[in-house]
Nanobody, 123 residues
Framework: QVQLVESGGGSVQAGGSLTLSCVVP????????MAWFRQAPGKEREGVTI????????YYVDSVKGRFTISQDNAKNTLYLQMNSLKPEDTAMYYC????WGPGAWNCVGNYWGQGTQVTVSS
């Protein structure tokens, strides 16, 4: 099982920023999409943002638009999530994933997953 390696989580106050990183092993970089998901206690996993690895098009869930930015560094085999203006409702375990497109629009089905990194935002 390929394991992506995330880092960068932590605790911040509302309004603060964090940058999450996800190192993607070489051959899983051939995935056609990569994404960040999050899961808060008692809630279902939510897709936060997706990037197409073939051209760089991006998608963001409405709740993070204008605050979060997904990017990839092919030379470093790393996926990033820049999170600004953080809110308490952003508190969750964040997971990165690499995979392929599923049915429907902007549906990245993760084949490879990270172990998760905790983000906690206090008010």
């Amino acid at each position: 099982q390929v394991q992506l390696v995330e880092s960068g989580g932590g605790s911040v106050q509302a309004g603060g920023s964090l940058t999450l990183s996800c190192v993607v092993p070489g051959y899983s970089w051939r995935s056609t999409c990569m994404a960040w998901f999050r899961q808060a206690p008692g809630k279902e996993r939510e897709g936060v943002t997706i990037i197409s690895t073939r051209g760089g098009s991006t998608y963001y869930v409405d709740s993070v638009k204008g605050r979060f930015t997904i990017s990839q560094d092919n030379a470093k085999n790393t996926l990033y999530l820049q999170m600004n203006s953080l809110k308490p409702e952003d508190t969750a375990m964040y997971y990165c994933a690499a995979g392929g497109w599923g049915p429907g629009a902007w549906n990245c089905v993760g084949n490879y997953w990270g172990q998760g990194t905790q983000v906690t935002v206090s008010s």
